[in-house]
Structures are given as C-alpha cells and as structure tokens.
C-alpha cells in the first residue's frame, strides 16, 4: 500500500509541475492491478498446512486458511464465497480425502492446482474400525514434514523462478521438525505413565504410535457427532480411579462435556491436547504455529503423564 501511495505522490509531483491534466487515478489503478494479478494465492483446509505453507513461501505469495477462526473442521464446508475464494485461487493443498471430503470432491471442478498433502503417506486404520482410516496425520512430526515436501514440491511446480527460495525455507522448517520430534520422543521416553486418558474424539493416532504410547478415548471414530460409548467412560473412570492418571486430555474447538464429567467424577484436572486441526481467532492473530502447539502439548504432556526431569 505503501508502495502504491509513493506512486501517486510521485505521479501527482509530475503533473502539477507540467500542468497537466491527465487521469492520474487510471495510473494508480493500473499499477495496483499489476500487483493483484502477479501475485500467487495459496488456499489451505487446515491450520497445519496454513501455517507450514506461509513459512514456505515468506513474502512469495498470499497464504489464505479456509476454515474461519474457532470452526470445528469434520463438519466445516464450504461457501459459495469460499467457493469464490478456491476459484481464484492458484494453489490448493488439503490433507487427505478422508479428513476433508468436500476438498476431495473439487478436483476437476476448479482451475486451482489441487495437492493431496497424505500423498506418500501410509494412512493408518482407525482402532476398532478396519474400514475407517485415521485422517490426523499432522499429529506425527515425521509425517508432517512428509506434508512440507509436498508444499514445497508443489510451490516449485507452479512458480519456478521462486524454486530456491521455496527449497531453502522447506529446508529450515523440516530440520525445525526434526528437532521437535527429537524433543518429543526424548521427553515421552522418560514418563511415568505410557498412556494418554483423552475425552475427546482422539486426533493423536499418528502421534502415539510414533512416540510407542497408548491412549484410552469413550469415542469410537472421529466424527465431532459420534457419541461416546457408555462402557468406555465407565472403563476410563475405572481406569483413573485405579491408577495414578493425573489428567484427562479434551481436544480444541469441541465443548469438553465428556472430560469434564470424567474429571469430576475422578477429581484429577483437565489439560488441552490442541490438534491444531483449526485455531481460534485469538490463536490466529498470535500467529502460533504448529511447532508452538506441539510444544506446549508436549509441556502438558509432561504434567498428565508424569515427568521427572
Ligand atoms: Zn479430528
């Protein structure tokens, strides 16, 4: 903006001192319509691919995150504005087929180059449920940086010249990523406690898997709609009462009533495991980013399975 009332200060300068009485509105709007049209538009389902692909691209291109702030992501879709949004834009990335339906069912229907980031990934089977895959693959470290090489990879297809600048920032954020899970796998190794007691519809799957914990949910399946098993939370409260679980973990943007009847009935406290699958508005305009999530998932971690240092 900046930039563009410099042109006019500039442009009005020229005039005055000719006399001229050209349209010097036209000029302004000819320059801010070349930088419109020059720039790339990067739309993205999730907060995970959203906050990986701006550390891509830096100042390449517009980042924009679908999914408006506070939004529970199973259930989102989208509008017939977002459906503008996806139209003008250059580049899609979305997780994966199961996690976002309506993002698989645009291939074909909009000119956006349309990435599928599990592309490479082994999609894990929901326990219990041999015909449902676990769509949280962002929830492992290691595969997240499996999604990053296919940002990068698609960042580079569609704006060559910018193909180094792309490889170098993807660079930086892997190694950012092999650092994390280096913390967290050193950190989960020396925990009292291997399992993870969550009230919620369990995003971790990935995650416990990678870091050889177990987990205890009353959710069968990841629908924010299904309900919980009667049977599992008298065997998670039977669980806390016969143990020395410190916490039940509740997940973000969905009203923890379950942990919160679970804790009451057990008298350990509630702590957040945020699966960074969408953020809420104060979240966002902090720009926290994954790796900041993970982190702090990590630290509360710590405090509900049981950490000597
Ligand atoms: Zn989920």
Not at 129 to 139: A, F, K, Q
Not at 267 to 287: S, Y
């Amino acid at each position: 903006m900046r930039k563009v009332l410099t042109v006019v200060i500039a442009v009005m300068l020229v005039f005055a001192l000719s006399g001229c009485e050209s349209n010097i509105e036209n000029v302004v709007v000819a320059d801010e319509g070349a930088e419109a049209t020059n720039r790339l538009s990067i739309v993205t389902s999730l907060y995970p691919q959203y906050d990986f692909a701006r550390s891509i691209v830096g100042d390449k291109a517009d980042v924009i995150l679908i999914l408006p702030p506070g939004v529970e992501s199973h259930s989102f879709e989208p509008t017939p504005q977002d459906m503008v949004t996806l139209q003008n834009a250059d580049l899609f990335l979305y997780t994966g087929k199961e996690m976002e339906p309506w993002a698989y069912k645009l291939t074909g229907s909009i000119d956006a180059k349309i990435v599928d980031l599990s592309v490479g990934i082994t999609m894990m089977d929901l326990e219990e449920h041999e015909e449902l895959v676990d769509p949280h693959i962002w929830t492992d470290p290691n595969l997240a940086i499996i999604m990053v090489e296919n940002i990068s990879t698609s960042l580079k297809e569609i704006d060559e010249k910018n193909a180094d600048y792309y490889e170098a920032n993807a660079n930086t954020l892997k190694q950012a990523l092999v650092d994390l899970d280096t913390e967290i796998k050193e950190t989960l190794s020396k925990t009292t406690s291997k399992t993870i007691l969550s009230g919620g519809h369990f995003a971790f799957g990935y995650f416990v898997k990678r870091y050889g914990l177990k987990h205890m949910s009353p959710y069968e399946g990841f629908s924010p709609d299904a309900e919980p098993t009667p049977k599992k939370i008298v065997a998670l409260i039977e669980t806390i009462n016969e143990t020395d679980a410190k916490a039940i973990f509740y997940e973000e943007l969905i009203n923890p009533k379950v942990s919160r009847v679970i804790s009451e009935e057990t008298d350990i406290e509630m702590l957040l495991l945020h699966g960074a699958h969408n953020v809420t508005k104060e979240e966002f305009e902090a720009g926290k980013s994954y790796i900041t999530f993970m982190k702090e998932n990590l630290e509360r971690l710590k405090i509900g399975l049981g950490y000597d240092e």
